[in-house]
């Protein structure tokens, strides 16, 4: 009788360990701290404008630092944030859906369109923030790349009043970091975040050293002063807005270089 119930207790036990286990195990070599999900926003009122033309060429770089915006996964859908929402970088990466309201530019029947933000749009002070300066703090404001925001509203409107709220970001595949810096200075800009979109704050871990902490360098970029080469290095993240940590084990070889994009095989919902 005894005997039948230690051995309950312990099938008891393997179970509870197996459904935890489940709780946290994101894939293979990664690991999250939380399944919770990153919910939409409350809708909020803003104003938006464009910068450059149809092929949204001068939408490429941007402070965000995510290069080439057709290679790296956002394409035309993008937007610059005002300074209140870029909130010194910590915005990059965020996605927002974006409505036309109480303008007859708006297009009728178009409910929203998502962007991601991925550049900052400064103040200009030499102009008064209802004529001119509608990046001016503390106006929250998108300046959407042209093809974004003529799916929303006709473009000789030049501004129109929007609704806009944060919504989880959908990306295909996992996390991506590339790599820039030399021997002694690792700076890693971290792109195609899922959920919230946004990291606020990041430690590499080489093969042979502990985490290291990295420093936010400035848009979607996090940087470590360590010496990293020959080793394959691992990352720890976690999300700005759902404070989420995502570890991703050996992302980069112990051959690694910079210049060099590294996928992750899993992502923030």
């Not at 936010?216 to 976690?238: D, I, R, V």
Request: hydrophobic content about 40%; proline content about 4%.
């Amino acid at each position: 009788m005894a005997s039948d119930l230690l051995r309950s207790w312990r099938l008891g036990l393997l179970c509870l360990l197996v459904v935890v286990g489940r709780s946290t195990v994101a894939a293979a070599g990664s690991y999250s701290s939380s399944p919770a999900r990153f919910k939409p926003h409350a809708w909020s009122l803003a104003h938006a404008t464009f910068y450059g033309d149809e092929t949204a060429s001068e939408t490429m770089g941007g402070a965000c630092g995510y290069g080439n915006l057709f290679q790296n996964g956002y394409g035309t859908d993008t937007a610059a944030l005002s300074s209140t929402l870029f909130n010194d970088g910590y915005a990059c990466g965020q996605c927002y859906q974006i409505k036309c309201v109480q303008s007859p530019w708006c297009f009728k029947g178009v409910a929203f369109t998502t962007v991601t933000a991925t550049n900052l749009c400064p103040p200009n002070w030499s102009q008064d923030s209802n004529a001119g300066g509608w990046c001016n703090p503390p106006r929250a404001h998108f300046d959407m790349s042209k093809p974004a925001f003529m799916k929303i509203a006709q473009w000789k409107a030049g501004i129109v009043p929007v609704m806009h709220r944060r919504v989880p970001c959908v990306r295909t595949g996992g996390i991506r970091f590339q790599f820039q810096g030399n021997g002694y200075w690792l700076l890693v800009y971290v792109m195609n975040v899922g959920g919230s979109g946004d990291i606020a704050s990041m430690w590499v871990k080489g093969s042979g050293t502990g985490w290291i902490s990295m420093s936010h360098n400035w848009g979607a970029s996090y940087q470590a002063f360590a010496t990293l080469g020959g080793q394959s290095l691992s990352f720890k993240l976690t999300s700005y807005t759902n404070k989420e940590t995502l570890v991703v084990y050996n992302v980069a070889p112990p051959n690694w270089s910079v210049g060099m994009t590294y996928k992750a095989n899993v992502n923030f919902h």
